[in-house]
């Protein structure tokens, strides 16, 4: 992304409020090795492994997300780091992610390197939680950037609250189910 257009998307973003008030996930903290209790079940995308205790349904329309997300993001940041494959924990509900929760107590999702963990939520956008960590993860680990925490919050609510649609995730198209749009 050029400095003018990631200056305008910057813009965008402070225009547009989306805050802090997410996972706290935009945070820098030190890597985590596997946590305990990783879920068993592994599924594999092109640019993912997610461990996952959640339905295969659910684990597919995550995978499906998330890899609509990674084309989106490659061709309007760019990869300059890992091409992956990105690491994933997705829990059954909110109840399983809240009993392995490592992070804050109020936390939705949230990535600590180098997992994203996420659960699908309810309603027309199960995915979101995840795509939001997913984008803290490419900015961090695909992308090779450090932006400051601003930046890096509102770039994951800007992508992970696009609209997702026949399996292409359209950027900069708000989903009304997502969060912070709802």
């Known amino acids: 992304m050029t400095p003018i257009r990631l200056a305008r998307v910057a813009l965008l973003l402070i225009l547009g409020g989306c805050g802090d008030a997410g996972s706290g996930a935009g945070q820098r903290e030190a890597p985590a090795v596997a946590p305990p209790g990783l879920p068993a079940t592994v599924s594999r995308t092109p640019h993912f492994i997610i461990h996952s205790s959640a339905t295969p349904e659910q684990t597919a329309a995550v995978g499906m997300a998330v890899e609509a997300l990674h084309r989106s993001y490659a061709m309007t940041v760019g990869q300059h780091g890992t091409t992956g494959p990105f690491q994933l924990v997705l829990y059954r509900d909110q109840a399983d992610f809240k009993a392995h929760n490592r992070s804050s107590p109020w936390a939705e999702a949230?990535?600590?390197r180098?997992?994203?963990?996420?659960?699908?939520g309810e309603g027309d956008a199960p995915h979101q939680w995840m795509l939001h960590e997913v984008t803290h993860q490419l900015l961090a680990e695909a992308s090779g950037l450090s932006p400051q925490r601003w930046m890096n919050e509102g770039m994951a609510c800007y992508f992970g609250a696009s609209?997702?649609?026949g399996g292409v995730l359209h950027v900069g198209a708000p989903d009304p189910a997502s969060y912070p749009v709802w």
């Open 110 to 112: 949230y990535y600590r």
């Open 114 to 120: 180098p997992h994203a963990f996420a659960y699908p």
């Open 163 to 165: 609209r997702l649609s």
